[in-house]
């Protein structure tokens, strides 16, 4: 997205979520930034919130871990799941992101599962939403499809079955 400021317009990389809210809300929208610099580039990245932008910084922290890699990350759901999928050492959840394979993903588990447990319970929710991902890919949805559709879920809907049925609901209107 390019935002304008008097004139000048900066790039901000940010993931599938934050423009679609961007396009609900007609382009009004607070975005929290984190600025990456490199020897031939300065690149700004956006977030919704700031725990998203927090656990970005976070996964740039890991060796092997990019911008690109960490916001590639954040897309596949919401903060709390993928807390609980790294605490976990849910390494299959992380290789799902494009750019991550078995050994990154290992990397992530080794260097911040203990940062991520804190303060979590219940890796049964995880296993929920694994599980629906997994339900409606099955389904012949691809899995940024299914991701989305998850992510649009309403947090207080439990239960993979419960997830799964409003997941497809989402889809059917988007169809």
Known sequence: ?????????????????????????????????????????????????????????????????????????LSVGPVDTLKRAIAGGETAYLTKVSGIGRKTAERIVIELREKMGKGLEGSEEFRHEEDALDALHSLGYSLREAREA???????????SDRIKSALNILGKAR
């Open 150 to 160: 998850l992510n649009k879920v309403p947090s207080e809907v439990k239960g993979a």
């Open 1 to 73: 997205m390019i935002v304008d400021v008097n004139g000048v317009g900066y790039k901000i990389f940010v993931g599938p979520e934050t423009l679609r809210k961007i396009t609900q809300n007609d382009g009004k929208i607070k975005i929290f930034t984190s600025l990456y610099v490199r020897e031939d580039a300065m690149d700004l990245y956006g977030f919704l919130t700031l725990a998203e932008m927090e656990l970005f910084e976070t996964l740039k922290g890991v060796s092997g871990v990019g911008p690109r890699t960490a916001l590639g990350v």
